[in-house]
């Protein structure tokens, strides 16, 4: 479920990053939006699952278009750079607003998702919900990348000023693929507080935006097969580590320096991911 869940994050930042290339370090926060939105309207409103996704999947749509009009105009390390400073001040609301989230101590009873008077009581019933949602966001992200507005955003990720020359808007392309991406990871968002039941700021830091990133560079940014491949691998090799026969005394260290090692061998050897056609380095 996890998997489903960060495939449909990775996929929704490589609509950014692999095939407008833009590199975003904001997609935790665009998840947090989801998951506080939805939890917030389901718990203290008493609305309904879909209501709640619908509500997280609007603000996130809002918040990305209002970003977007500053940092679309940017373009490189000046958009990271932008996109981080809105990661933290949403961490910062997450964690300080507390008369809305609750800051650290979090929102607890978050109902189970139900949709169309069916309800996903057991883990089953999620997984088919999250395989479900998984599946439709790469169905959506391939048709977009496929299509002319697909072309758009690689003629945009190869040269931008080549492509205002032809008479394409940029800026508008940019944050068009800027909101779709928020939405989705709101989205995703939504599913994982009502698979949780609970959410508080620590899963919604800078280091899991980092994380999304790895993922889709390790998948292969610019492919639709990449970035859920990416979050298949770093899901699993943290629990695969677990039963490398570690020392006690060591093990957590071990295991991290060893996933460390991993990603940089991934890299080096697969500079473009596993089954990646853009290379993020060539680019730069």
């Given at each position: 479920?996890?998997?489903?869940?960060?495939?449909?994050?990775?996929?929704?930042?490589?609509?950014?990053?692999?095939?407008?290339?833009?590199?975003?370090?904001?997609?935790?926060?665009?998840?947090?939006?989801?998951?506080?939105?939805?939890?917030?309207?389901?718990?203290?409103?008493?609305?309904?699952?879909?209501?709640?996704?619908?509500?997280?999947?609007?603000?996130?749509?809002?918040?990305?278009?209002?970003?977007?009009?500053?940092?679309?105009?940017?373009?490189?390390?000046?958009?990271?750079?932008?996109?981080?400073?809105?990661?933290?001040?949403?961490?910062?609301?997450?964690?300080?607003?507390?008369?809305?989230?609750?800051?650290?101590?979090?929102?607890?009873?978050?109902?189970?998702?139900?949709?169309?008077?069916?309800?996903?009581?057991?883990?089953?019933?999620?997984?088919?919900?999250?395989?479900a949602f998984a599946v439709t966001v790469l169905?959506?992200?391939?048709?977009?990348?496929?299509?002319?507005?697909?072309?758009?955003?690689?003629?945009?990720?190869?040269?931008?000023?080549?492509?205002?020359?032809?008479?394409?808007?940029?800026?508008?392309?940019?944050?068009l693929a800027f909101a779709i991406s928020a939405?989705?990871?709101?989205?995703?968002?939504?599913?994982?507080?009502?698979?949780?039941?609970?959410?508080?700021?620590?899963?919604?830091?800078?280091?899991?935006?980092?994380?999304?990133?790895?993922?889709?560079?390790?998948?292969?940014?610019?492919?639709?097969?990449?970035?859920?491949?990416?979050?298949?691998?770093?899901?699993?090799?943290?629990?695969?580590?677990?039963?490398?026969?570690?020392?006690?005394?060591?093990?957590?260290?071990?295991?991290?320096?060893?996933?460390?090692?991993?990603?940089?061998?991934?890299?080096?050897?697969?500079?473009k991911g596993l089954v990646g056609t853009y290379?993020?380095?060539?680019?730069?």
């Amino acid at each position: 479920m996890l998997i489903c869940l960060y495939a449909a994050l990775a996929s929704s930042l490589d609509l950014v990053l692999g095939h407008t290339g833009l590199l975003s370090v904001a997609q935790a926060a665009f998840f947090g939006i989801g998951a506080y939105s939805s939890a917030l309207v389901t718990v203290r409103l008493g609305a309904s699952f879909v209501t709640g996704v619908s509500v997280g999947g609007a603000v996130a749509a809002a918040t990305a278009a209002l970003i977007g009009v500053v940092a679309g105009r940017l373009r490189e390390d000046y958009f990271a750079i932008a996109t981080l400073g809105f990661q933290f001040i949403l961490f910062g609301v997450f964690n300080d607003w507390t008369g809305l989230t609750r800051g650290p101590l979090g929102i607890p009873g978050i109902p189970r998702p139900s949709v169309l008077g069916l309800t996903a009581r057991s883990e089953l019933d999620f997984a088919i919900l999250a395989v479900a949602f998984a599946v439709t966001v790469l169905v959506v992200i391939g048709r977009i990348t496929g299509g002319p507005f697909g072309r758009v955003l690689h003629a945009i990720r190869e040269d931008e000023v080549f492509a205002q020359s032809l008479g394409k808007n940029t800026v508008r392309s940019k944050l068009l693929a800027f909101a779709i991406s928020a939405v989705i990871a709101a989205i995703a968002g939504s599913l994982y507080a009502h698979y949780i039941t609970f959410v508080d700021p620590s899963s919604f830091g800078v280091e899991q935006s980092i994380l999304v990133v790895s993922m889709v560079v390790i998948g292969g940014a610019g492919s639709v097969f990449g970035p859920p491949l990416g979050a298949c691998a770093l899901v699993l090799l943290p629990e695969v580590l677990r039963f490398a026969g570690f020392p006690e005394s060591v093990a957590a260290h071990v295991r991290q320096a060893t996933y460390g090692t991993l990603l940089v061998v991934a890299m080096i050897v697969r500079p473009k991911g596993l089954v990646g056609t853009y290379a993020l380095s060539r680019h730069r």
